[in-house]
């Protein structure tokens, strides 16, 4: 999300949170219905810009507790919103069992913001990956589209888990933060290419949608979720997995505040054929201070199927 959001969005409720969050397990720890070997660790990270005038919350005094919430939960895979390239080169130095995965927005390369990937070395290895413009040119780098204020990726990369000798696609995105109209074509459009990349693979999507997920309320959200002119669902909502009752607090934007009376903007989703053992919205702060101003979410998936 650009700057502070001037926005309205739809205030929805969170699923089993009390006082500041209950989350399915610590972010920081296995849930009791894992499988250390097959399951996915899967983190979504809007970590702000870090040109943006923060004062105290500016980049360079909260970068070590960025880094600190990622290893606190330890995620397999890990999509970043709002990363700048001198932003990935330290996150890239700081997570060096990670492999990285960026272009900025702008122009194909460095400038703008990326929808960062990050994947475990030791677990993946990648079979291929792009990026494309939520537009209606989405090969031209720096393209906007519909009423999108800002150029708009998605970013993607299919990997071989070599556990289990199998692909999975991986997409990271960050949807326009005052065009409803690109929002909504923006998520027909991912959604009609991950079916396509995938190619029957399995696929996690991570981003910051800036739009509320609540189903029949939200655009972005159902034209993800469900199958086009069908009632069958095409993509499952991790959270909502673990909290299927929606309760008060589940907002993912907390201006550096604590503040959790928003919208749950921030998602990860899965394909069919995957399931969610775990999922959490991450709260951790240290002495006050909050690592940015979204809260990461985290979820740990297991395939349909596995042990």
């Known amino acids: 999300m650009m700057g502070r959001r001037t926005t309205t969005l739809l205030v929805v409720a969170a699923v ?6 209950r989350c399915a397990a610590p972010p920081d720890a296995p849930s009791a219905d894992s499988d ?3 399951d996915l660790r899967v983190m979504s990270f809007n970590i702000r810009y870090g040109t943006a005038d923060d004062g105290g919350n500016r980049w360079d005094l909260r970068r070590d507790l960025v880094v600190e919430t990622i290893r606190r939960f330890g995620p397999d895979l890990l999509g970043t919103q709002e990363c700048l390239d001198f932003q990935g080169e330290f996150l890239r ?5 990670h492999e990285f995965i960026g272009v900025g927005r702008d122009d194909g390369e460095l400038a703008g913001e990326m929808c960062a990937v990050f994947f475990r070395r030791d677990r993946f290895e990648r079979i291929d990956s792009g990026t494309f413009w939520l537009s209606e040119t989405p090969d031209s780098p720096g393209s906007r589209g519909w009423d999108a204020a800002l150029p708009r990726i998605a970013t993607w990369v299919r990997l071989r888990d070599r556990h289990i000798d199998a692909d999975i696609v991986f997409i990271n995105t960050h949807f326009d933060h005052r065009g409803e109209a690109a929002r909504l074509e923006s998520a027909r459009m991912l959604g009609r290419r991950a079916v396509e990349i995938a190619d029957g693979a399995p696929i996690v ?8 997920a609540v189903m029949g309320a939200a655009e972005p959200y159902q034209a993800l979720l469900r199958e086009p002119g069908a009632d069958t669902l095409r993509f499952l909502d991790t959270y909502r997995a673990i909290y299927p009752q929606p309760a008060a607090h589940e907002g993912t934007f907390g201006d550096f505040t604590g503040a959790s009376d928003g919208s749950r903007i921030d998602w990860i989703l899965i394909s069919r054929d995957l399931r969610t053992v775990a999922a959490a919205i991450d709260r951790h702060r240290r002495d006050g201070k909050w690592p940015s ?3 990461p979410v985290t979820a740990t998936i297991r395939r349909i199927g596995a042990n």
């Open 36 to 38: 250390l070997r097959t």
């Open 205 to 212: 999507i991570t981003g910051d949608f800036n739009a509320p």
């Open 16 to 21: 089993g949170i009390v006082g500041i969050v």
């Open 293 to 295: 101003d979204h809260f």
């Open 93 to 97: 130095e700081h997570l060096p069992d």
